[in-house]
Every structure is written in C-alpha cells, then in structure tokens.
C-alpha cells in the first residue's frame, strides 16, 4: 500500500492572551460574594481561571477573554449584576475580508490542528462576497459520477505542477519523451512569499521549516535565501531545497545548477521576455519546472491567457491580499478571474498544458477548494500563515513599530509547529469537502463546477421564475 | 395518537396491537396552555431598567403606574425588588401615559438598551427572535406588538429573510380562525398502508439520546403528543423510556444502524432513513468521545468514551436500487410503518427526490444546509449543500413536472425559526417542516454552539452530563414546547385567514403569494 499522506502534529499553545469573542463586563460594586458565578454557574470554570491568570498576568493590559458565551453566569448571578458583551478588541480585528472569525478560526487551527466544530447550526449569513457566494455540493443516493463509496483514507490531496502532455511523443531512439516533467505537491497549496512588511529574520526559514514537514512548496526571494556561492552546498541547507521554490527577481542571479537540480520549482516574474528566461533555466536543467508570476491587475488575467499561449507551462496568478483585482476601480474577485482563465484555457484546448496557480483571498481552507473548482490547479497564500503565529491583521507592519503579536520574539519550533498545524487541519477540512463530494482525487476536482452551486445561478434558476428579475442583476 | 385511519380489510394487518406483542400503554399528554417561566434568576432583556437607591424614596409611583410589573415592593419589605426588566415594553411606553422613568417624581429610575443583545444570536437567529421565542415558550402566545420585538424574519440577507407574504388588503374569504385548519396527511400514496394526518404541519427532528438529554427528548416527544404530531428518536437508539409515546415517534435508521432492532423498528407509525443532514451533509455523524457517555454507550452498544461515528453514505446504498431495497425490508418487518427518507441538498435533489418516490418512501425530508442542532464542522456547516429555500422549489417543481407531486409527502427542515418560516416554506412547496433548533431556543438554548465543549450544553439540553441534565425538568419542558407550538399555531392560523385559505394544504407550492425583497416581484 501507499505511503499516505499525513502530517504529524502536536498542540502548539498560543504565546499571547486569546482574544475572546465575549468579555464579561458591569461587574458593579454591591456584588454580593455568594460565588454563584464562580462556584456554580460558570460549567467551564472560566472565573477560576481569570484567578489563576491574574495571578500570573505579566502584561497588566492584557485581560481575560475565554468566557464561553453560554450567559449562564450572567443569568444566575444573585443580584443581576453581571452583563455579557462582545470583546471590542475582538471586533476590531481584520478588516472585512479577514474577519474576525476567520482570524480566530485560524488561531485555534494553529494550536490544536483540529477542524473546528461547533454546534447550534450555521449562524452566518446567507451568501456573501466572492468564495462565500458558492457552496460545494455532495454526493448523495444517486450520483452516476462519483468515484464510489470509499473512506476518506483513499482520498488523494496530491496535485501535479507543470505541462501534462496531450499525447506521447517519442525521442531519437524511440523511448518515450518522459520530459517535460510534473512535481507531485501533496496538497493543492504553495506557500507564497511574504510583502515586506512581515519580513521578520526567522520568517523564511519558519516557513520552509513548516513547508519540509507538510512536504509542501514554500516561495522564496533568493536573495533572503542564501544560495549564492557554495553556501548552496551546505547540507543543512540542502535538505530544504526540494521544498523551496526561488523567486528569481529580473536582476537576480540564477542559482547555481547543482542547486537547481535539487530544487524542484523556479519562479520569475512577468517582466521582459519570460519565455526566454524560462528556457535558459530549463537549458541548465531541463526537468526544472518554472512558474511565472503574474499580477492580477487590469491587464492579468489577459496576460495570464497570453502567457499560456506561448507555452509557459506554469503560471501563477496574484491579487491582492484581500482577493481583489489590482488597481482597477470596480475589482473583480480572484474566483471569477479565475474562472475566466480556466474557461479560456479550455477554449484554447490548453487547460493540460498549463498549471495554474492562484493567489490571494485565501484565507480558509474552503477558499482551497472552491478555487479548484473554479479552475485552480492549486493555490498559494501567505497571511494565514502569518496569523496562526498570532498576527491579528492589524496592517500596521512597518519596521521599527511595535508589533501587537511580538513577532520578533517569535521562537522557531512555535512558528513551525503553528505553521504545521494549520497546514494539517486544512488538509482535513480539504478531506472532509471532498468525501461530502464523492471525490477520490483532487486532481479532478480542477475546474469541475459540477461539483459546486453559486449563488447566482440558483437565484436565478429557483427564485427568477419566481420573483422575476433580480435588482441590481 | 395522531389521527390514524385504514382501510378496514386491513385492519387487523396493521394495528399496532396485532402487530407489536410487546407494545405498552400509551401516555396522553393534554394540550394545555400555561405559563412556563424562564428557569433562569434573571432574565435577559431587550431593555433594562435601573433604579438609584440613593435617589429612590420607595413612593411607589413606578408600581402604580407599570402595568406590566416590572417594579415589585413585596409586602413586608422596605426596597423594592430589582426591576424585572424583561417585563418591560421598553421604548414603546415612552408614548405612553404609564411610563415610569418619566413618571418618577426623584428622576431614580433609568432605561437603556441592554448592551448583552449584541452578544445573544447571530445573523440567522436575532437577539429579538431568541427573545420572542422565549417568551412564545413561557405564554403560548404570540409576544404583543408592544414589546418591539422584530422576530419574523432573521438578518441573513438571503432565503426566508428577504422573502415576505403578499397580502391582499382584504382577505378574498373572511374566516372565522377555528374554521382553519392546519392538520397535513403525511401518506399520499394509496398503498393500503395507514393514512396518518398530524394537527400541525410540523414535527421534530431527529435528535438522539446522546446528542441531548433525557428531558430534553421526553420534553419534545410529550409535546408532540399533546399536539399529536411526531417526534424523532435520532440515531442514538430507541430508549425504553419513550415507548408510552411509540405512536408519536418517528425512529431512524441511519448509516451507523446504532440501536436499531427489528423490535424497535415495529414500535413506531414511521421510520425515517437518514442519508444525510443538513448541518454536515455528506460527512456523517460524530458523537465525541466525551458524549459517549456509560448511558450512551449502552443505548448504542458501544464501548464508554469512545467517539461513535456514523459514516456517510450508507455503505449498502448505491444507487436507488439499493435505497428501494432497504425500504421493502423496512416495510416488511413493519407493515403499518410510513417510511420517509431524509436527505440533504445536493445540487440534484430533485433527482433525489423523485428517485425516493420511486423506491416506495413516503415522505421525502430535504434537510437544508444550514441547519442542524449538534456539533458539526464549521466548513461543513457553511459551505456543503444548497439553502433548504432553494432545495424546497426546486424539488417541488421537479415533482409537479413528473406528476408525482400530489403521492408524495415533502417536509423541509434546515433554517426553519418561527411560524412564518413554515408559511414561506409551504408556499415554496413543502407539505410540511421539520423543527429541531426552535425547540431547543423553547427549552433555554442561546446558541453559544458549545454543544461539543467538555462536558457539553452549558445550559444542561444538549448535554449528558449528570450534573448539567438537572437544569431541566420534563414537565417544564414539555410546556415549554407546548406553548411555543400553540404560538406558531396562532401565527400559522392568523397568515392563512390573512391570505383567506381554509386549509394550510391550500397554501402548498403558492408562490405567487410570496415576494422577494431583492427582486422586481414582476413575474
């Protein structure tokens, strides 16, 4: 049998207070010391707790948020006092594509690796804007498609990165042309560089400390790795190679060939003629696959296309953090941009010629998977990473000011144990929408919107025959 | 029981009597409407009243006046009691001629907006309707205008909350409300099995010993019986306890067959297959190990403190083949059982649906994607299946296509909060629904989802934990739920006497009644 793919994981615990949704507040003098609260009401003992923390409390701003929300407390108090109210400092984090829930959920994904459950049934709203306006479907009863009853043990995460062939081709002495080769990555997530701003002097080799463990694929600036000279040959630096890609900046040096024969992925950029430095890597080593990056701004996803078009096999999509189309005044989201290219791809009878990775808005692991559905090959991201070492997305990163989260007090087993973690409850939460689907293999999962209903088309399809047109349609 | 009617040839064939040797005497449970007060010391307000005791020179002018009794001087005492603020109209009394703060001669008393709503519900279940829903479930009434709260529709932006009634100014027939009936036939097919009809186009959804409490499934089980509609067992097995109410239960057979016997299965009027559920479709069940409780582990034949998983799908059902299959071993080893087929809401549900009735169900049960009562994924949860708003047209029109409509029987169940929830879902297409969540908001829930934490509901329902089970008492329960039937059955009564229809039946797949706030409404 197989190895299977499995990422082995241990409780990380945060290194700053949790920031709870709920804080008690209006806890008036004339408290009667009966202890209800303490002694009886609170089933999760939360108020002993705060005793302890206070106790041991080196940060005098810093207070308790771990009340539960059950209101029992506040109900059975003997004179009324007490008053339950969402945390502002809660509240106040993101922005309104990284919501606070999508922090917490990730804080908590960080630390325990688990998929979070919670009861009571879903409490968000209907439908919302970009991956929150689809749901992905599931297999039931009849479905002609499906790959069979299986356990989710037989689900496949792994995806191929580079050119699939359409057909064999054969060489001079009539061996089948094994090349142009395709890396196998085991989950449908590359791990994207870093903006400036988080460039913390541990972070890189946190990540790709977390990218060996989960046997992914970190990008990474080659000048903030050393690989020039012989330093490439250092052997604890070897060891990470299959699992750095190089982000090889226009002036950038190409890195050494023995360098690029252990590595397995070179990404450039889309500036002055890519192909042509795609082929000059591929002269050195020609099984090197090469990626290039593509900004999503008003003219991306027609580059992207064009790209495709002249035979680069691996193109790589960025939006901005939030998802959004760059620059433009009305942005469209990263899933309609790629689903424009994965339709114009298949158009051009390309789609197997071309990997396509998408970046940006990635933010939960559902994002994963509705982005291959819309047409991904894989994604990338950066910032939940940077969350599940406890960042809060406060965007206020510049050198030299204080950071909330104390990145640069960061300890390198904590990052990549957080790292890891959450890489390892995506990879469930992945299994658990794809068994929902019938799915076996990530790989056709790509571009199948079979396999996904959107907003949109339900409306209309239900609700237009019903209600007629849709304002603002 | 719930009416119950057959062809008299077959009569003796599908009695219970002749048909259960080990049947026992079945309890009755009187409709009864009475006050079933918070069980809680303090009750959470929409408003909350403050009195300054420095201020304050116990005149009494504030219990004169408030007609509602928020201020209470208990005879023999010198203070007053704190202000019972729920009972407080809040800022509709300042129109009025009775209102206290601007009454009171010293300026002592204050009213603010109490600042816990922000923090009791979400988007799809509002502070104002877990508030309406608990005063439902004290009074059997519906909450009077007065009190403002905004409970028939949620804040989810999309489905049932963008969806209103169209009523015309005046009704098109002027009924008297006893005239109106709200009874369903839950056999459509004329297959010689029993005609069963319930009072109401409801009844409860599959919560298993395990997942609640005791109280819990006894308090919904009785209620269903005094409004003779059903209850059902979930998948946790069939207690013992429950079978003075074997006429009421529906009992499922899911994929983890946990607790089902032949004996358990010839019990009960109907068995629903459980392929799916709404809060986690196409993922199965998952009682947590520290739900598995010496209790639990018994009902389920399982081993203590293990987590027991149900898987998906059924591992024998691969096509509808396999689903009629299972349905005739149903049927034969109960001859007067219904069988309904619970499913969630893929993007071919109404292939689904159609295929069911094919293989012989009778009542096909969509359960919407965001629905559910216990512990689920959060990606599953939000993400996995259709909206039941969008599942309960699409399958009804699916069904009228094939001209199969009128022999079955379809209940929605999946999102559905209050009385107008059930009127929009009948309109859309569904016979009837399915209640879970609602009843649990009755019993005390204020859907802090830690149903899975530690030792499970804080507010002792969702729970089988020894200590926190005692919070709840079956009979307070089961008035509970008896009430807050009682006010969805006012609801229910006052929209069809509104629309002028004589029956919920005629309701059914009237769409033309309904209106979307998102649309041009120009069909």
């Known amino acids: 049998m197989p190895k299977k793919y499995h990422i082995h994981t241990t409780p990380v615990p945060p290194r700053l207070p949790r920031i709870g949704k709920y804080g008690v507040v209006d806890w008036r003098e004339d408290c009667a010391n009966c202890h ?24 005098v701003d810093a207070l308790f948020f771990n009340c539960m929300g059950c209101f ?21 984090m993101g922005n309104q594509y990284w919501t606070p829930e999508i922090i917490q959920t990730t804080w908590l994904q960080a630390e325990t690796a688990a998929v979070p459950v919670s009861g009571a049934g879903y409490q968000g709203k209907f439908s919302g804007h970009g991956f929150d306006s689809m749901w992905t479907d599931m297999s039931e009863i009849v479905r002609p498609t499906r790959d069979g009853i299986h356990g989710r043990e037989y689900i496949s995460t792994s995806v191929d ?49 977390a990218a060996k463990r989960t046997d992914l694929i970190a990008i990474i600036d080659s000048g903030k790795w050393p690989i020039s000279g012989n330093i490439g040959l250092d052997k604890d630096m070897q060891k990470y190679l299959p699992h750095i890609a190089f982000f090889l900046n226009p002036d950038a040096d190409q890195p050494p060939e023995n360098i690029l024969r252990k590595t397995r992925l070179v990404e450039i950029p889309d500036s002055g003629n890519p192909l042509e430095r795609v082929n000059r890597l591929k002269e050195t080593f020609p099984e090197l696959v090469v990626c290039v990056r593509v900004v999503l701004n008003a003219n991306g996803v027609s580059r992207a296309i064009q790209l495709a ?51 940006g808005g990635i933010a939960l692991p559902e994002h994963m998977a509705k982005a291959v559905i819309c047409g991904a090959d894989l994604v990338s991201t950066y910032l939940p990473l940077i969350i599940a070492l406890e960042c809060r997305v406060c965007s206020t990163c510049k050198p030299g000011w204080l950071c909330p989260a104390r990145f640069e007090e960061i300890d390198f087993d904590y990052g990549v144990g957080r790292m890891r973690n959450l890489i390892a409850a995506w990879h469930l939460q992945l299994i658990e929408v794809m068994g929902a689907m019938g799915m076996r293999d990530a790989r056709r999962l790509r571009g199948d919107v079979g396999r996904a209903m959107f907003f949109k088309d339900l409306e209309e399809e239900v609700f237009g025959p019903i209600f007629g047109s849709r304002r603002n349609a | 029981m719930a009416q119950f009617s057959v062809p008299e040839e077959t009569l003796k064939d599908v009695l219970p009597e002749n048909t259960l040797k080990t049947r026992v005497p079945q309890v009755k449970v009187e409709r009864t409407i009475k006050s079933a007060p918070e069980r809680y010391r303090n009750e959470i307000a929409k408003y909350i009243i403050y009195r300054s005791d420095d201020e304050c020179i116990r005149c009494g002018k504030c219990a004169q006046v408030c007609p509602y009794g928020v201020h209470v001087l208990k005879p023999g005492y010198k203070y007053f009691a704190m202000p019972k603020s729920h009972k407080c109209i809040g800022k509709s009394c300042e129109k009025t001629d009775h209102h206290c703060v601007a009454l009171c001669p010293q300026n002592a008393l204050q009213m603010v907006e109490n600042p816990m709503v922000d923090a ?14 608990w005063r439902m479930a004290q009074t059997g009434d519906l909450p009077p205008q007065k009190y403002g709260f905004d409970y028939q529709c949620g804040n989810s932006g999309g489905g049932f909350d963008r969806i209103r009634f169209k009523y015309p100014d005046k009704p098109p027939v002027e009924l008297d409300e006893a005239e109106i009936d709200t009874s369903i036939e839950l056999n459509r097919r004329d297959d010689g099995r029993p005609k069963i009809r319930i009072d109401v186009p409801w009844y409860g959804g599959g919560m298993s010993f395990g997942s609640v409490s005791n109280a819990t499934q006894l308090s919904r089980v009785r209620a269903a019986v005094a409004w003779s509609t059903f209850s059902c067992t979930g998948e946790g097995g069939y207690m013992e306890r429950l079978r003075p109410y074997d006429d009421h239960m529906i009992t499922q057979v899911a994929t983890g067959l946990f607790g089902v016997r032949e004996e358990t299965i010839q019990r009960v009027p109907i068995i629903e297959f459980k392929y799916a559920q709404g809060a986690k479709p196409g993922l199965g069940g998952h009682l947590l190990g520290d739900k598995n409780t010496p209790a639990v582990a018994r009902m389920r034949e399982a081993v203590v403190g293990i987590p027991l998983f149900s898987p998906f799908p059924f591992h024998s059902v691969y096509s509808i083949e396999d689903h009629m299959k299972h349905i005739e071993w149903i049927k034969h ?8 087929t619970k499913v969630s809401t893929p993007t071919d549900v109404d292939m689904v649906a159609v295929g069911s009735y094919s293989a012989g169900t009778h009542i096909v049960h969509l359960d919407g994607g965001y629905g559910g009562t216990g512990a689920a994924p959060d990606i599953a949860k939000k993400n996995i299946a259709m909206p039941i708003e969008y599942a309960i047209a699409k399958v009804h029109k699916f069904l009228v296509d094939e001209g199969v409509r009128d022999k079955i029987t379809l209940i929605a169940s999946g999102g559905i909060r209050t009385a107008h929830d059930i009127a929009k879902a009948i309109a859309l297409g569904a016979d009837g629904i399915v209640t879970g969540t609602s009843e649990l908001i009755a019993l005390g829930c204020v859907r802090c989802t830690r149903c899975e934490s530690g030792r499970g509901c804080p507010r002792g329902i969702a729970t089988t934990d020894p200590g926190l089970v005692t919070q709840i008492d079956v009979e307070w329960g089961t008035q509970r739920i008896i009430n807050l039937y009682n006010a969805w059955h006012q609801e229910l009564v006052g929209i069809l006497k509104r629309l002028g229809m004589r029956s919920v039946s005629e309701l059914c797949g009237r769409c033309d009644l309904l209106m979307h706030l998102d649309y041009n409404n120009d069909v």
């Open chain 1, 309 to 359: 078009e002249s035979g680069i096999e691996t193109i790589h999509v960025v939006a901005d953090f939030n998802g959004d189309e760059i620059g433009v005044e009305k942005p469209r989201f990263i899933r309609d941009m790629i689903r424009e290219i994965h339709k114009s791809l298949i158009e051009g009878c390309l789609r197997d010629e071309v990997t396509l990775i998408a970046g």
């Open chain 1, 72 to 92: 029992s407390c506040v109900q059975n108090c003997t004179k009324g006092l007490l008053r339950l109210t969402i945390n502002s400092e809660y509240e106040q």
């Open chain 2, 333 to 340: 080893v109960n001859r007067r059982a219904l069988i309904s």
């Open chain 1, 161 to 209: 990165i580079g050119k699939k062939p359409s057909f064999l081709t054969f060489d001079e002495n009539n061996r089948i042309d094994l090349s142009p080769s395709v890396i196998d990555i085991s989950l449908p997530l590359i791990l994207d560089m870093n903006p400036a701003a988080f460039s913390l002097p541990q972070l890189e080799h946190v990540i790709v400390e």
């Open chain 1, 36 to 59: 209800n609260c303490v002694k009886k009401a609170c089933v999760y003992d939360r108020y002993r707790e705060e005793l302890t923390y206070i106790r041991n409390l080196d940060n």
């Open chain 2, 120 to 133: 009791l519900g979400d988007f799809r279940w509002t502070s104002d309707m877990i508030l309406a829903t």
